[in-house]
């Protein structure tokens, strides 16, 4: 049963910074591509960051380049995701999710996900 735990989240303060983990198990993490998704109260998930398994090729949601950086560590199967700067509208369950082939910024395309972790900024 493949898995992935998301780690890292919390309550903050705006401007302040966090960074996610997720930490990917059962599968041959190097061969798969993870991406970051976002889902706020009574919204759609939405994309935020992508990496492909070699980490040559990186994604971003366009409203969040700058200051949201995703990375891999294919030794301890985890990918990263710090954030800075964060606003109340970054207010959201932070979801990682795997897929193999090629990477992509479509939720649908991903079958593997994690449960979520919740960050919370306050203004």
């Known amino acids: 049963q493949v898995q992935l735990v998301e780690s890292g989240g919390g309550l903050v303060q705006a401007g302040d910074s966090l960074r996610l983990a997720c930490a990917v198990s059962k599968i041959t993490f190097r061969l798969y591509n993870v991406g970051w998704f976002r889902q706020a109260p009574g919204k759609d998930r939405e994309f935020v960051a992508a990496?492909?398994?070699?980490?040559?090729?990186?994604k971003y949601a366009d409203s969040l380049k700058g200051r949201f950086t995703i990375s891999r560590d294919n030794g301890r199967d985890t990918v990263y995701l710090i954030l800075n700067n964060l606003k109340p509208d970054d207010t959201a369950v932070y979801y990682c999710a795997a897929r193999p082939t090629a990477v992509s910024t479509s939720a649908k395309e991903y079958g593997y996900w994690g449960q979520g972790t919740q960050v919370t900024v306050s203004s």
């Open positions: 990496v492909s398994s070699s980490g040559s090729t990186i």
